[in-house]
């Protein structure tokens, strides 16, 4: 089978998405209006002017014709568009079937709310697709909500690598009571959120330390922060890390940590649940379907600092006890709904499916 791929080349979901596919025999295209080379895969750019991070990419829809031309040299047996709005509405346009949109967050949580315009060609695009893959519950949700039906949307997360992010019985614990945040330093994961709150944790727990992986736009700004705070000495920034970095930090800490204002399927938690920490997370519906406040986390409001730093003294002064009931529920639920290998192997039932249905 021949798999055309049309999204962001320089997205990790994404290269992730296309090497299981290499790995399982296919021939995989991947078209992006991203260059980059990517060993093993077939990768086809084409230019639209400067691509933003933050959307507004409209104009890419003025190249579908150059992406056209693609897909006859291609001849794909399905084609599958990542990121409902501009790659999606694209993919739409070119009139190609089996056609599958696969939807990852804000394209359909936040996008359609902005503009009544992308509100319209978005429903359009997702009623043209074959198939519509929803990478959480919530996501799925506002799709049906759009498109008034639910029956062609699977709900299949991207996943995380369970042999890598898994409970570590060899390693200990850090001396130091240790929280962790996996979010990179964009406004959307809201970290001066959480430095002021650790602020406050610090004067209850001196032996406390607060570890940052990633990188991003607010990395200075939040260091000085840290300095303003006083709290320097007990926060560190380690850039961004191989994931088998991540997985040995996550099995050495405490508490995970994410105050997102919104999020898609969140694979940090997943991440973070597979390797034993307990984990406090905004309440938010990315969020609630993984983790249930008291039971096996602690969900918090957005931008409340007072009851995110209670649940962390709440979560130091009992942690041996609230471990006993959110280790196993945390990993079970991972097994079940965040496994990657297990999850991409349904994408390529689908897309068997589609194929085979297309022939007839």
């Known amino acids: 089978m021949k798999i055309c791929v049309f999204g962001d080349a320089k997205s990790i ?35 639209s002017g400067n691509i933003k991070i933050n959307g507004g990419n409209w104009k890419v829809l003025l190249s579908y014709r150059k992406v056209k031309q693609l897909i006859k040299s291609i001849k794909p047996d399905i084609l599958n568009a990542h990121y409902a709005t501009s790659y999606g509405i694209t993919g739409a346009l070119l009139g190609f079937h089996p056609y599958v949109i696969t939807a990852h967050g804000s394209d359909v949580l936040i996008a359609p709310n902005n503009s009544k315009i992308i509100r319209v060609l978005l429903r359009w695009a997702l009623k043209r697709s074959n198939w519509i893959i929803s990478v959480a519950p ?22 995380i690598n369970n ?17 962790v945040s996996t979010r990179n330093f964009e406004e959307v994961y809201n970290i001066k959120h959480l430095l002021k709150s650790f602020s406050e944790v610090v004067k209850i727990i001196p032996n406390s330390e ?11 700004t939040l260091k000085k922060m840290t300095e303003k705070l006083g709290i320097e000495k007990n926060v560190l920034f380690t850039g961004k890390l191989t994931q088998k970095k991540i997985a040995s930090i996550l099995n050495e800490s405490h508490i995970y940590v994410s105050v997102s204002t919104s999020d898609g399927d969140s ?70 709904y965040s496994s990657y290998e297990k999850n991409m192997k349904l994408v390529v039932e689908g897309y068997k499916r589609l194929v085979h249905l297309n022939k007839e």
């Open 13 to 47: 979901h994404i290269q992730k998405w296309c090497f299981f596919l290499v790995n399982e025999g296919f021939e995989v295209h991947l078209i992006s209006f991203s260059e980059i080379d990517l060993n093993g895969i077939f990768v086809h750019y084409v230019h």
């Open 138 to 159: 919530h996501i799925t949700s506002a799709i049906s909500h759009l498109i008034g039906n639910s029956e062609k949307v699977d709900t299949i997360s991207n996943g």
């Open 163 to 179: 042999e890598v992010f898994n409970i570590d019985s060899t390693v200990e614990k850090r001396e130091k009571f240790t929280i």
């Open 210 to 220: 607060l570890i940052l992986i990633g990188e991003g736009s607010l990395e200075m």
């Open 267 to 336: 694979l940090s938690l997943s991440e973070a649940m597979a390797c034993g920490c307990y984990c406090i997370v905004t309440d938010i519906e990315a969020n609630r379907y993984k983790i249930k406040d008291g039971f096996n986390g602690g969900l918090v409001e957005i931008n409340d600092i007072d009851k995110l730093y209670k649940k962390i003294i709440y979560s130091h002064e009992n942690y041996e006890k609230i471990q006993l009931t959110s280790i196993p529920y945390n990993i079970e639920h991972v097994r079940e």
